[in-house]
């Protein structure tokens, strides 16, 4: 009861903050931008890619919460769960609902040969790391045939990433910890699903790697704890603040 009446007022015990992957993301992205999100508070406006992710994961979730197991049970749930905000014009709200349809057609039909079991969907977790809290949530977690922990994330962006990128992959570091730490199992494979292409790229959980995964959650609290905001302009032509923030060096 004290924990959380403490961390309700205070956050963390002994100087800590709360952690996450978009916390720490934004804040190697540009400590400025952190500030922006997550200090004041400031919301990102919803994008055309960021309402078609939402969407998806969303129906995703309901889809396998539900264990089904039809398309046509499948493109019901996209569209109760279509989030309309962000498009320009009818017309590319349109592109993207499309462009979110075949994702979800060729989801379920490689879904259709799968032969792990479904243990977790957007499961939360938390866990301590020093002074600070971690917290987050797993789009998904497999259990194969072989017995070995398969944790999934979905990403519908365009761009991919290969196999020998993923050992350097915060995320999936994170997400193989949590499962460790915060759930009690060892994870055997780490992979983002690239809906867009229908591809899934993993990585062996290898425990060496979460050394780094620490350090860089651990100095990147300790500068949150500091109020180190300092702005990082290489990030403003990539940035949602470009046109509003007072460091922008990107606002045309
Ligand atoms: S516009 Fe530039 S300086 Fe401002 S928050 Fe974004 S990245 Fe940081």
Redesign the pocket.
């Known amino acids: 009861m004290w924990n959380w009446v403490h961390r309700l007022f205070f956050g963390p015990k002994g100087g800590g903050v709360e952690l996450s992957y978009s916390k720490v993301k934004s804040y190697l ?2 400590p ?2 952190y500030k ?1 999100l997550y200090v004041d508070l400031k919301r990102r406006a919803p994008t055309a890619p960021s309402s078609l992710g939402q969407s998806i994961h969303r129906t995703l979730e309901a889809y396998h919460r539900e264990d089904a197991d039809s398309l046509e049970r499948l493109l019901e749930f996209y569209d109760e769960y279509w989030v309309h905000a962000g498009f320009a014009s009818a017309q590319d709200q349109m592109i993207y609902y499309a462009r979110g349809k075949k994702m979800l057609e060729r989801y379920w039909e490689l879904d259709q040969s799968r032969k792990s079991k479904i243990v977790f969907v957007e499961k939360e977790f938390e866990f301590p790391l020093g002074p600070h809290t971690v917290r987050g949530i797993m789009d998904r977690v497999d259990l194969s045939p072989e017995g070995k922990y398969h944790v999934i994330d979905y990403k519908t962006q365009q761009e991919i990433l290969e196999e020998k990128d993923l050992s350097q992959n915060l995320q999936l570091g994170l997400y193989g910890m949590a499962l460790r730490e915060a759930l009690g199992f060892v994870p055997g494979i780490l992979s983002l699903f690239f809906l867009a292409h229908g591809k899934v790229v993993s990585i062996a959980y290898d425990p060496s790697r979460e050394k780094r995964v620490r350090g860089i959650l651990l100095d990147v609290g300790a500068r949150i704890s500091r109020r180190e905001f300092k ?3 290489r ?2 032509p990539r ?1 949602d ?2 046109k509003t ?6 606002k045309d």
């Open positions: 992205e540009c400025w931008l922006i702005p990082d302009p990030h403003c940035c603040f470009r923030c007072q460091y922008s060096t990107a």
